[in-house]
Structure formats: C-alpha cells, structure tokens
C-alpha cells in the first residue's frame, strides 16, 4: 500500500507524490479529454479504495 499512497509522480518533481497514480492519471486525462483516459482514472481510484479496504481488512482485529 506504501507506494500506491506515496511514489514518486511521472508528471511532479517531489520526490513523493501522495497517490501517484490517480493524479498522473488526471492530469492525462484533463490534458487529452479522451474517454479511454478518464476509464484510467476510474481504474486508478478502484485500486487505491482496494488497496486501503485490503489494508483495513489485514489490520482490524479478530474477532473472538
């Protein structure tokens, strides 16, 4: 989950992005208007909320 959270971005200079993929994919996307690339960021968005209920999912406590 890491480095869907922090990673660095292909289109910022920081050297951690916060959700790298989702704002490289918007900004795709805003720079084209294409459909194919708004698809990618609804993908993007769907493996971030993924990643975190995984995350959530692995950490909670069991229940006795």
Same mark, same amino acid.
Request: hydrophobic residues 40%; positive net charge; proline residues 6%.
């Given at each position: *989950? ?15 992005? #916060?959700?790298?993929? *989702? ?10 208007? #294409?459909?194919?690339?708004?698809? /990618?960021? #609804? ?5 971030? *909320?993924?990643?975190? /209920? ?11």
């Amino acid at each position: *989950i890491r480095h869907v959270v922090l990673a660095p971005s292909y289109f910022d200079t920081k050297p951690d992005s #916060k959700f790298p993929g *989702i704002t490289d994919s918007i900004y795709i996307a805003t720079n084209s208007s #294409k459909k194919k690339d708004w698809d /990618r960021v #609804k993908k993007q968005i769907s493996m971030v *909320i993924h990643a975190l /209920r995984s995350a959530v999912s692995v950490l909670s406590p069991l229940e006795v």
